[in-house]
């Protein structure tokens, strides 16, 4: 992948900030996305890690438009295939939306609406977005369920999601998500309901389906992660704390958030070396700490990290894609 | 389809067995309502007898012992509860009229509760509780259903609404006008009305009684007109606090359909928002509102016999008033054993309604 020509991502997140009015919070503002930028190429599957509070999610629903008061993307730019997404008249999002990209739930099956036949739910967007027919649309979707492992009769279009059993539900709500076969697949935590070897059939169905397909794979597991994605952006306090290839990360760490994210596994061949706070909350997005925000948590913090917030850098002279933002990265330090 | 939908659903007969059980707990709910209400009627202060001779209004004035005693021995008013019961049950007549094995004089039967017979107003022998009752039901049930059928139509529209716009100015304003509307008396709203747009302020509508009283003289289209004139303010006063609750409880339900993650999903599907409200939040938030279809109806029931004894008009639930205050027990049954049918009837309809647009609670 490395080493071709610069062409358009097919995701370009810049420097995108989103805040909620809190009125009870004496800033009165929660920064819950405050500067956050990455990029999904054609057919890559990038890894957004975050724990909860890290605006993981709330990147994901910017990225869809999907952000309502008392929410609003104060500044930045969500560029998909060139196309500017921030400030789009919602007619023409709804176009994109389930269309282009599609949403893919942290627990998949309560994407599906109790009351409604798998048929309605699953063929409502391709006849919205494509146009088709009932009939065109039902054999779509009877074909695409067959691909996901249901035997392919069309009876499964007439049932109701508690006529099904819950991994069919999980595959029916991935069907339901992926039938007009987006360019981009927003998966919100779905390692936390669904099986690793059904996500890898999704992956795998993605891939074959559409060649082009990105991935933005939001995690709070890096272990599932590696298996799927080659590259990562690590999340903190709603700024990147550090980019790059996940192996890289995984085998020397620059930021300490991310040495503290593997540390948080314990290793039989590690000694020796400080460990860093486990997991925890990050804070209140309303009053993130001074300066660099992981600097109250950090075994490493001086002065400068609570007085200057650290840019996001990357180094040049070794690895393009790796950027950290910290004072005081791990320099080579390897776990 | 074969076969899954039966596995789903359990086996075919269940459904008959429920239907069974749910109609034979129905008719014992109802003759124990039936005992309850003759229980705690008698023991009210009181009975019938004072009424003898009198004018409707004047309870307790004269009226001869021996009349009054008579009249006490006929209707069985000093025998035994228990006695007094089992003559309401029928089918035989328990009092000194009745069969000779009862210890009555002569043969004469009569119908009871149990062949759905009312009896006869104890102050007018003559009047049937049966012909009048359905005399009333013709003017209490089509204006509670016109009542309840306006009260869905702007509730609902006016629930989701604010839901939609939770938050917003419009919602904090209707919510803070339904919950004035929830919280104002009927009878104080209808006294308002009646001095506002009544005789004695704009006379702009009639104040009692459906009918002008030229009405006979009227044509059909004008008629018309003057019962819909006369009818106004009785459905407005019975349909505003239902409106209120209803449209509050839409809100609160479709606030809970719109956060729901498959809504979330469907928007997220890009869908149309109409379809995404009403599609998807909608039906889910229908639940609540078909639970409150059942126990509307005997409230307004209820609610009538205040409307219609201010408005004054000749409805079940003036009837029961009336019933009430003359010790009428014939009466009283009728009325309230209407209101507990109208209240089961309203249960099943709402089971009914939940069956049919639940597909989990769905039979195949």
Same mark, same amino acid.
């Given at each position: 992948?490395?080493?071709?020509?610069?062409r358009t991502?097919?995701?370009a997140?810049?420097?995108l900030?989103?805040?909620?009015d809190a009125p009870?919070?004496?800033?009165?503002?929660?920064?819950a996305v405050?500067g956050?930028g990455?990029?999904?190429g054609?057919?890559?599957?990038l890894?957004l890690?975050?724990e909860?509070?890290?605006?993981?999610s709330?990147?994901?629903r910017?990225?869809?438009?999907?952000?309502e008061?008392?929410?609003r993307?104060?500044?930045?730019s969500i560029?998909?295939a060139?196309r500017?997404?921030?400030?789009?008249?919602?007619?023409?999002?709804?176009?994109?939306?389930?269309?282009?990209?599609?949403?893919?739930?942290?627990?998949?099956?309560?994407?599906?609406?109790?009351v409604l036949?798998?048929?309605?739910?699953?063929?409502e967007a391709?006849r919205a977005?494509?146009g088709?027919?009932?009939?065109?649309a039902?054999?779509?979707?009877?074909?695409?369920?067959g691909e996901?492992?249901f035997?392919g009769?069309s009876s499964?279009?007439?049932?109701?999601p508690?006529?099904?059993?819950?991994?069919?539900?999980?595959?029916?709500a991935?069907a339901?998500?992926?039938?007009?076969e987006?360019?981009?697949?927003?998966?919100?935590e779905p390692?936390?309901a669904?099986d690793?070897?059904?996500?890898?059939t999704?992956?795998?169905?993605?891939?074959?389906r559409?060649r082009?397909?990105g991935?933005l794979?939001i995690?709070h597991?890096?272990?599932?992660?590696?298996?799927i994605?080659?590259?990562?952006?690590?999340?903190?306090?709603?700024?990147?704390?550090?980019t790059?290839p996940?192996a890289e990360?995984?085998r020397?760490p620059r930021?300490?958030?991310?040495?503290a994210?593997?540390?948080?596994r314990p290793s039989a061949?590690?000694?020796g070396?400080?460990?860093i706070a486990?997991?925890?909350s990050a804070?209140d997005?309303s009053?993130?700490?001074?300066?660099?925000?992981?600097?109250p948590?950090c075994?490493?913090a001086?002065?400068?990290?609570?007085a200057?917030e650290?840019a996001?850098a990357?180094?040049?002279?070794?690895?393009?894609?790796?950027?950290?933002?910290?004072?005081?990265?791990l320099?080579g330090?390897?776990? | 389809?074969?076969?899954?939908?039966q596995?789903?659903f359990?086996?075919?007969?269940?459904?008959?067995?429920?239907?069974a059980?749910?109609?034979?707990?129905r008719?014992?709910v109802f003759f124990?309502?039936s005992l309850?209400?003759?229980c705690v009627?008698?023991?009210?202060?009181?009975?019938?007898?004072?009424?003898?001779?009198?004018?409707i209004g004047?309870v307790g004035?004269?009226?001869?012992?021996?009349?009054?005693?008579?009249?006490?021995?006929e209707h069985?008013?000093?025998?035994?509860?228990?006695r007094?019961?089992l003559?309401?049950?029928?089918?035989?007549?328990?009092?000194p009229?009745g069969h000779?094995w009862?210890?009555?004089?002569?043969d004469?039967?009569w119908?009871?509760l149990?062949?759905?017979?009312?009896?006869h107003?104890?102050r007018?022998?003559?009047?049937s509780?049966?012909?009048? @009752? $359905? #005399?009333?039901?013709a003017v209490? =049930?089509?204006?509670?259903?016109i009542?309840? *059928?306006?009260?869905? +139509?702007?509730?609902?529209?006016?629930?989701v609404?604010?839901?939609r716009?939770?938050?917003s100015?419009?919602?904090?304003?209707t919510?803070?006008?339904l919950l004035?509307?929830f919280?104002v008396?009927?009878?104080w709203?209808?006294?308002l009305?009646?001095?506002?747009?009544?005789?004695?302020?704009?006379?702009?509508?009639?104040?009692?009684?459906?009918?002008?009283?030229d009405?006979a003289?009227?044509?059909?289209?004008?008629?018309?007109?003057? @019962? $819909? #004139?006369?009818a106004?303010?009785p =459905?407005?006063?019975m349909?505003?606090?239902? *409106?209120?609750?209803? +449209?509050?409880?839409?809100?609160?339900?479709m606030?809970?359909a719109?956060e729901?993650?498959y809504?979330?999903?469907?928007?997220?599907?890009?869908l149309?928002?109409?379809?995404v409200?009403?599609?998807h939040?909608?039906?889910?938030?229908?639940?609540?509102?078909?639970?409150l279809?059942?126990?509307?109806?005997?409230?307004l029931?209820?609610g009538?016999v205040?409307?219609e004894?201010?408005?004054?008009l000749?409805g079940?639930?003036?009837y029961?008033?009336?019933?009430?205050?003359?010790?009428d027990?014939?009466?009283?049954?009728?009325t309230? *054993?209407v209101s507990a049918m109208m209240?089961?009837?309203g249960?099943?309809?709402?089971?009914?309604?939940?069956?049919?647009?639940?597909?989990?609670?769905?039979?195949a």
């Amino acid at each position: 992948m490395s080493g071709q020509e610069p062409r358009t991502p097919l995701l370009a997140v810049r420097d995108l900030a989103v805040h909620f009015d809190a009125p009870h919070a004496a800033s009165g503002v929660a920064r819950a996305v405050d500067g956050v930028g990455f990029e999904v190429g054609e057919g890559e599957v990038l890894a957004l890690f975050g724990e909860s509070g890290s605006g993981k999610s709330v990147t994901a629903r910017a990225i869809l438009g999907l952000i309502e008061r008392p929410g609003r993307i104060v500044s930045g730019s969500i560029r998909f295939a060139g196309r500017e997404l921030v400030g789009l008249a919602e007619p023409d999002y709804r176009r994109v939306r389930g269309r282009e990209i599609a949403l893919v739930f942290q627990d998949p099956a309560a994407a599906l609406n109790p009351v409604l036949t798998l048929g309605e739910q699953l063929c409502e967007a391709p006849r919205a977005h494509l146009g088709l027919s009932a009939a065109a649309a039902t054999e779509r979707a009877t074909a695409l369920l067959g691909e996901l492992g249901f035997d392919g009769d069309s009876s499964w279009l007439a049932r109701f999601p508690h006529q099904l059993s819950g991994g069919q539900r999980q595959r029916a709500a991935l069907a339901q998500a992926l039938l007009c076969e987006p360019k981009l697949v927003l998966a919100d935590e779905p390692t936390t309901a669904l099986d690793p070897t059904l996500v890898a059939t999704v992956v795998e169905l993605l891939r074959r389906r559409a060649r082009g397909v990105g991935v933005l794979w939001i995690t709070h597991d890096l272990r599932v992660a590696r298996s799927i994605a080659r590259r990562a952006v690590v999340l903190y306090a709603g700024r990147v704390v550090e980019t790059g290839p996940l192996a890289e990360l995984a085998r020397a760490p620059r930021h300490p958030y991310t040495r503290a994210l593997f540390d948080a596994r314990p290793s039989a061949t590690r000694r020796g070396s400080p460990l860093i706070a486990p997991l925890g909350s990050a804070g209140d997005p309303s009053a993130w700490p001074s300066g660099c925000r992981f600097h109250p948590r950090c075994p490493f913090a001086d002065a400068a990290c609570a007085a200057v917030e650290p840019a996001l850098a990357f180094s040049l002279a070794t690895d393009l894609d790796r950027g950290v933002a910290c004072h005081h990265p791990l320099a080579g330090a390897e776990r | 389809m074969q076969g899954s939908s039966q596995r789903a659903f359990g086996v075919a007969g269940g459904g008959a067995r429920a239907l069974a059980r749910s109609v034979l707990t129905r008719i014992g709910v109802f003759f124990g309502v039936s005992l309850l209400v003759f229980c705690v009627m008698h023991a009210a202060p009181g009975d019938p007898s004072l009424s003898v001779g009198v004018d409707i209004g004047d309870v307790g004035s004269v009226a001869s012992d021996g009349a009054r005693a008579r009249f006490r021995a006929e209707h069985l008013l000093d025998a035994s509860l228990v006695r007094q019961y089992l003559h309401y049950l029928g089918p035989f007549d328990l009092s000194p009229r009745g069969h000779a094995w009862f210890g009555g004089t002569d043969d004469h039967r009569w119908g009871g509760l149990l062949c759905f017979d009312f009896g006869h107003e104890f102050r007018r022998p003559t009047v049937s509780v049966s012909s009048e @009752l $359905a #005399r009333r039901l013709a003017v209490t =049930v089509p204006l509670t259903a016109i009542a309840i *059928l306006l009260a869905y +139509a702007l509730a609902v529209p006016l629930g989701v609404a604010c839901a939609r716009r939770r938050g917003s100015a419009f919602d904090r304003g209707t919510s803070t006008l339904l919950l004035a509307c929830f919280s104002v008396p009927a009878y104080w709203a209808a006294l308002l009305l009646m001095l506002v747009f009544g005789a004695r302020g704009l006379d702009w509508l009639p104040m009692l009684g459906l009918h002008d009283k030229d009405a006979a003289e009227f044509g059909a289209i004008a008629s018309t007109l003057d @019962l $819909a #004139r006369h009818a106004l303010l009785p =459905v407005v006063v019975m349909t505003y606090g239902a *409106l209120a609750y209803i +449209a509050r409880q839409t809100r609160a339900a479709m606030i809970e359909a719109l956060e729901s993650d498959y809504v979330r999903a469907a928007r997220a599907r890009g869908l149309p928002e109409a379809r995404v409200v009403w599609r998807h939040a909608f039906s889910n938030a229908l639940f609540p509102l078909l639970t409150l279809a059942g126990s509307l109806l005997p409230a307004l029931v209820g609610g009538s016999v205040l409307v219609e004894s201010i408005f004054e008009l000749p409805g079940v639930g003036r009837y029961a008033y009336e019933g009430f205050l003359q010790r009428d027990y014939n009466v009283v049954m009728a009325t309230t *054993l209407v209101s507990a049918m109208m209240t089961l009837a309203g249960v099943a309809l709402s089971d009914a309604l939940y069956a049919w647009f639940d597909p989990r609670v769905r039979r195949a």
